[in-house]
């Protein structure tokens, strides 16, 4: 028998440092991106920038309405997808009869997540401004990235809810609970972390999408604020779009600017959901 | 003699193949009756007869009837009320992911009882279970921070929380230790007062220390059920003598 020269430490060192250099290519590319859109952006945003509108043909003024936009798109989209993709998912998981039709539903739901925005804004065009009259509006924007976050909401607390091991399941009901107790007392307390991620992914893509806006509710300059969901409203993504490819003269570092409130916006919505998420974590052991 | 449940002509099977073949069987109230056997030998699966939780499991079909008191356990609509009286203890402990205190709970919060009430079972049963003395000055932490033998007896304390007539136990001390096992027979002692208790078992010592009959079991049919000292003493059956000599199992 031959005895092979390297020394497992050596080969454990240069495992290492392998799986530790791939994982540096991953994320640097992620932290420059987030670098230079700071360095190139910081210098416009100022108290101005933030809370006034756009002015002359969006090359002055700040982002105030876009900023409200997003917030109102993403808010009404997650009070939306979050209820009734749980309540999918539970009807998925907890009460659906395994059957082939049930199989087909749930591989329906998982190739939706996978169909591209922009075919979901001709879609929201088509239905809500269009067939049901509702206009290029809140109404019919926040329907338009409710149904496409849909799919991912279902999924991932689908995810969740059968990460809940099912001696719990069985323990509850053998003690006499009904399904129903069960999923509300046992199975949904340890799952709504699993469903925060998928909510906080949601938020993220809600905040960042063009296309599923661009027909059905955002507005390419509109200062004053909605008044109500049949209002159109700017947003930020889309006007990051508007100032980049159809407003010529205007600076980089507006774009920048522009790029870095969204990055924030996202990033501080984000930080509530992981806070609660956290503080979830924190009470459970299992 | 106070018949419990009676158990008659009872067969399943999972599919097409047969766990439980023609059992019938007399359960006396206020007995400890053991259920020994090798594995596959049916033992759980009339277990979870008993009280229902066999309709989890999909591919399961079942015929005879099992009768407590007038109630056809095989027939009853209410299953939520047939597992409150007919308690079940897994073979391997599961506290659900709450408190001590909410895990005794559970069963008859679920089932309605008011906040007095339930403040007021907790410490019965965690007393009846053994627990007490040693849970009672941390009521609200998680109860699985227990150790195994503290969470079976949790187990054991919640299922009594809910006043069951019959408790049943899957191999209960499969996991424990020695010491955690003679606790949980001595509850066993004591609580056979108040209902009636049926005891699987993969080890007959265990049967033969805490039963009054024992029941042998082998492919789903019931080999011999006799009085726990003349089963281990002076079996009728040869399958049972060698059996509990260890022959095979």
Redesign the interface.
Known sequence: MKFRKQHPINEQKRATFGLALITAIVVIPVLLIVGVVFVKGISVIDWNFLTTAPTNGLREGGVFPAIIGTLILVVLDVAICVPFGVATAIYLVEYSP?SKAANLVRLAILNLAGVPSVVYGLFGLGVFVIALEFGASILSGVLTLALMGLPVIVTSAAEALRAVPD??R?????????KW?TTR??VL??STQGILTGTILEISRTAGETAPILFTVAAFYLPRLPQSIFDQVMALPMHLFAISTQVPNIGLDVRYAVALTLLFLVLGVNAIAIFIRAKMRKN??? | MVKEINIEHLSVSYGRKKAIADFSLSIKKNEILGIIGPTTSGKTTLLTVL?R?ID?I?SASISGSVLMGDIDILKTRNI?????SV??I?A?P?A???SIKENVE??PK??GQSKRELSKRVEESLVQAGLWDEVSDRLDS?A??LSGGQQQRL?IA??LA?KPKVLLLDEPCSGLDPISTARIEDTLGELKKEMTIILVTNNPHQAARVADRTAFMLKGELVELSETNTLFTNPSEKRTKEYIEGKFG
């Open positions: 395994r001696r719990f069985e323990a509850s009901l053998a003690l006499g609970a009904s107790q007392h046992v307390p340890n459970r052991i299992w | 009280n939780m989890t999909p939520h009320n047939l597992r409150r308690g079940m897994f391997l599961v659900l992911p709450m559970y069963g679920m089932a998680p699985l921070k187990c919640r299922a809910l």
